[in-house]
């Protein structure tokens, strides 16, 4: 893969993937930038979210388990001073349907954070990983996702 980023003005760009799509991006105005898009980091937690949906709902259509409603909110901690780098990451699935259950919800998101999203697995390990499944409106307990480097293994 080959990215392509071509400056605009002050802090912001846009880039280009091989997909020939281009994206914009720019930082807050306290960082120097006009604050017009989103910062790099956003990007990269919404590339990690949307990878990890994805998975969930590819995970869900082959259960042949209908949904009506499909929602992933991704809360990180940033450390407070710079590079300020993720310190956790929580990914809170909301979903609606009748032959949904929350235990297939949990399988998917464990399965695409441990084995099939290739932005969530790019993280450093020793960043932790929870989730949540709110299904019919039932918010679910807080579960932790396994970090253990060995199940990375892609040799």
Known sequence: MKVC???VDGHAFVAKSDSNHWVAFDTGVASGGGGGANDPFQ???IACGGCVSID?????KKSRKDFTLYELDVEVTRADH????????CFHAR???DEITEELVRRALVL???KYCSVSLSIDRSIPFTARVTLNGHR????DIPRDP??????
């Open 95 to 97: 979903i609606t349907g």
């Open 56 to 60: 969930v709902v590819d995970i869900l």
């Open 112 to 114: 695409s954070l441990t």
């Open 140 to 143: 679910g307990e807080t579960f």
């Open 82 to 89: 710079p590079p300020k780098i993720a310190k956790s990451l």
């Open 5 to 7: 980023i071509r400056h």
């Open 150 to 155: 060995a199940l990375y293994d892609r040799d």
């Open 43 to 45: 990007l990269f937690i």
